[in-house]
């Protein structure tokens, strides 16, 4: 983007979040150009704890984001004790990922998970692992409780905020 903005580029940006949010889309990404050198990249997407908006001046790589939060694993599913409708991401036990990255929930393939519903956990343990540049991150349990749900499933990207699982 040139550094003198246009006026109508708030407005513009207002109309993209309606429009996500009018169509229930998780996320929308538009390039506006003015002329020779002068842009604006805009990606506008729903998330706890993400703006926003974020217009960026140059094109940069933007991971892949599922439509809707990723469906509890068939055993998760069925061990799981029914929680009211509603975006996870409220719940109070909810347990956001720090970081963008691809999460495992065992320390090496074919190992136990660290984690499984119901298990008990204590403040600090590891509950799960975010692989972020080739760099394994382990996420300790930010709370002592009972592990309720998993969100997530082995080896499925996350994004920053994104519920991983509930504590209770």
Do not use: C, W
């Not at 903005?5 to 309606?18: N, R």
């Amino acid at each position: 983007m040139s550094k003198t903005p246009h006026e109508s580029d708030v407005a513009f940006i207002q109309a993209l979040a309606e429009l996500l949010n009018q169509n229930n889309l998780a996320e929308l990404s538009v390039k506006r150009e003015y002329g020779d050198n002068d842009s604006l990249n805009v990606r506008v997407a729903k998330y706890a704890s993400a703006p926003a908006a974020v217009p960026a001046a140059a094109p940069a790589y933007v991971a892949p984001v599922p439509a809707a939060a990723p469906a509890p694993s068939a055993t998760a599913a069925a061990s799981a004790a029914p929680t009211p409708a509603g975006d996870p991401a409220t719940h109070p036990g909810a347990v956001p990922s720090p970081m963008v990255g691809t999460v495992y929930l065992s320390p090496e393939p074919g190992a136990d998970p660290f984690i499984t519903i119901g298990a008990q956990v204590r403040e600090g343990q590891t509950v799960l692992i975010v692989e972020a540049m080739k760099t394994m991150n382990h996420i300790p349990a930010p709370r002592a409780g009972t592990v309720k749900r998993i969100l997530v499933e082995d080896g499925t990207p996350v994004e920053y905020g994104a519920p991983l699982l509930i504590i209770e």
